[in-house]
């Protein structure tokens, strides 16, 4: 198995790549998809502006917990 070093690789994490991509791509997706189907959705920018929040907020979680 090929793998690539992420974050979840600390600690004996070991996961390999095509399965992180796959939950990642997911969780992305799973935002477009909530967006789509709002009645009123947000704007393109206010969408991207959620992604970098959600991505920090993972980051700064990490951070906290001791994962690099």
Known sequence: EKYEHH???ENDLRIP????????????LGV?????NEEVPETPEKIANYYVRIILS????N???GTP
């Open 58 to 61: 993972i980051q700064r979680y």
């Open 63 to 65: 951070e906290k917990e």
């Open 32 to 36: 477009i998809e909530e967006w789509l």
């Open 7 to 9: 974050a979840l690789m």
């Open 17 to 28: 790549t095509n399965y992180f991509a796959a939950f990642a791509a997911s969780a992305f």
